[in-house]
Nanobody, 127 residues
């Protein structure tokens, strides 16, 4: 069983930056694919970014491409989400997710494919 713990989010002004981290434990080396999703009030949980363990292949949602960067430290079993040029529409609860599967690219964005989830952290971007 993999446990995921996200770092604290925060309140940031539009145009600002924020870095989230997610530490995996309890068999963390089996977390082959890790991802970030987010859920805004009244909306479904949506894919943000994902990264594979071995080749570090990444994929992003179109709305964050060029602004967000996902990375991982396999020694520390931690995944990061660097968020730049934040806009109010990025306001949401951000969730870290992991799966034992080394997902193909098209599957990396599917929340149904992740069996482990963090508790979520609030990110608020003020205008």
């Amino acid at each position: 069983q993999v446990q995921l713990v996200e770092s604290a989010g925060g309140l940031v002004e539009a145009g600002g930056s924020l870095r989230l981290s997610c530490a995996a434990s309890g068999g963390a080396s089996s977390a082959q694919t890790m991802a970030w999703f987010r859920q805004a009030p009244g909306k479904e949980r949506a894919f943000v970014a994902a990264i594979r363990r071995g080749d570090r292949k990444t994929t992003y949602a179109g709305s964050v491409k060029g602004r967000f960067t996902i990375s991982r430290d396999n020694v520390k079993n931690t995944v990061f989400l660097q968020m730049n040029s934040l806009i109010p529409e990025d306001t949401a609860v951000y969730y870290c997710a992991a799966t034992r599967a080394s997902c193909i690219l098209s599957a990396m964005s599917q929340k149904e494919g992740y069996e482990f989830w963090g508790q979520g952290t609030q990110v608020t971007v003020s205008s």
